[in-house]
């Protein structure tokens, strides 16, 4: 059944979808995302205590995680639903955003397989209407609540005001496409008063979400200053800066498959690196059974994966989770 309608989405994907517009593509995915109760099937889990994993004490059903994307709680709530042992809301800043125009995010084909480029531009609610959207979301698995920001002082608002909805706390200083956030690697000696300033502004635990862009910078500089500061998750990573003359900034975030070589060195050094001081979700690529299980077998708490849930399917998570059983247990 689950390898019939794999099978399904993934013609439906290459036939229809990834042939329509990208706008047209999204607002279908979106809308059946929204309003198709697949959460109620089975279908897409795979409930098996020895899955089980801790982030920050906090304790994961399985160590899949839907990476920063949908701010839509309609959608959230749904992908709780769907395999995942966590599900991250998309960053927040302080106040409403409209996002960058359109064409802001375009398919990719790549030597690895199916990607994107996104300018999205953080488009947000802000954090008031944010607050009163999670409020009503219940936690079917636990939700990673995102933050990003230009100064201590936005990351502090943004991450004392989402808190209460979150499990835990993803604070993002890597997104490529505005200044607002990928500026920090290049001054990361002031990521020191951000991260002590977040970390006391929450008891839940907090994740840093780093670029793959800033190799150096990451694992002598930003990597150290978040453990002094008591934050001990660290995402690697984020999208990777790259020109792309189709959207509407020239330039954009690219993710999918293209990442994953990448994410896997990142994750074996900085594992290698840190050892168990610190827990590493690895985020970049990961779009199959075999990925999922490289990345936790090379040093990975837990797997972020955000495009694989487009190009390969909704049921992606159960694929893997089926294949990590006989293997990882
Ligand atoms: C359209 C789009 C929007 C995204 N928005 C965010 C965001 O708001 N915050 C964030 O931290 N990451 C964001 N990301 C990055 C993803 O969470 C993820 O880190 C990245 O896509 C790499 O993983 P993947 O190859 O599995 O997609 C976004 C990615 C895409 C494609």
């Known amino acids: 059944m689950v390898g019939a309608v794999d099978l399904l989405y993934r013609a439906l994907y290459r036939g229809v979808l990834a042939r329509m517009p990208e706008r047209a593509a999204i607002?279908?995915?979106?809308?059946?995302?929204?309003?198709?109760?697949?959460?109620?099937?089975?279908?897409?889990?795979?409930?098996?205590?020895?899955?089980?994993v801790t982030l920050g004490g906090?304790?994961?059903?399985?160590?899949?995680?839907?990476?920063?994307?949908?701010?839509?709680?309609?959608?959230?709530?749904?992908?709780?639903?769907?395999?995942?042992?966590?599900?991250?809301?998309?960053?927040?800043?302080?106040?409403?955003?409209?996002?960058?125009?359109?064409?802001n995010l375009v398919r990719i084909e790549?030597?690895?397989?199916?990607?994107?480029?996104?300018?999205?531009?953080?488009?947000?609610?802000?954090?008031?209407?944010?607050?009163?959207?999670?409020?009503?979301?219940?936690?079917?698995?636990?939700?990673?609540?995102?933050?990003?920001?230009?100064?201590?002082?936005?990351?502090?608002?943004?991450?004392?005001?989402?808190q209460e909805f979150g499990d835990l706390v993803e604070i993002n200083i890597s997104s490529p496409n505005t200044r607002?956030?990928?500026?920090?690697?290049?001054?990361?000696?002031?990521?020191k008063d951000v991260f002590r300033a977040v970390r006391a502004a929450t008891r839940k635990p907090v994740i840093v979400k780093i670029s793959p862009d800033f190799r150096e910078t990451n694992e002598e500089i930003t990597i150290p200053a978040a453990l002094d500061a008591g934050i001990g998750i660290v995402n690697y990573g984020n999208t990777r800066r790259v020109e792309e003359p189709r959207l509407s900034q020239h330039t954009g975030g690219l993710s999918g498959p293209a990442l994953f070589a990448t994410t896997l060195e990142n994750v074996r050094r900085v594992r290698e690196r840190f050892g168990d001081r610190l827990e590493l979700i690895a985020t970049g690529g990961?779009?199959?059974?075999?990925?999922?299980?490289?990345?936790?077998?090379?040093?990975?708490?837990?797997?972020?994966?955000?495009?694989?849930?487009?190009?390969?399917?909704?049921?992606?998570?159960?694929?893997?989770?089926?294949?990590?059983?006989?293997?990882?247990?």
């Not at 500026?183 to 000696?189: I, K």
């Open 110 to 162: 790549t030597a690895e397989g199916p990607g994107l480029v996104n300018c999205n531009g953080f488009k947000n609610p802000g954090l008031e209407a944010y607050r009163q959207a999670l409020a009503g979301l219940p936690h079917r698995v636990p939700l990673i609540v995102a933050a990003a920001g230009e100064s201590a002082e936005d990351y502090v608002r943004v991450v004392a005001g989402l």
């Open 58 to 103: 906090v304790k994961l059903p399985n160590p899949l995680i839907l990476s920063s994307m949908y701010y839509d709680t309609a959608i959230l709530r749904r992908a709780m639903g769907m395999g995942w042992g966590a599900v991250t809301a998309k960053s927040i800043t302080p106040g409403p955003r409209p996002g960058h125009p359109e064409p």
């Open 286 to 329: 990961i779009d199959s059974p075999e990925k999922a299980r490289r990345a936790l077998a090379a040093g990975a708490t837990a797997c972020g994966i955000f495009t694989g849930f487009i190009t390969r399917g909704p049921l992606l998570a159960r694929r893997i989770l089926d294949a990590l059983q006989p293997a990882g247990k």
């Open 27 to 52: 607002a279908i995915g979106q809308w059946g995302l929204r309003h198709v109760p697949l959460d109620r099937l089975g279908l897409f889990r795979h409930e098996d205590p020895r899955l089980a």
């Open 180 to 191: 607002l956030v990928y500026g920090w690697s290049t001054r990361p000696h002031e990521l």
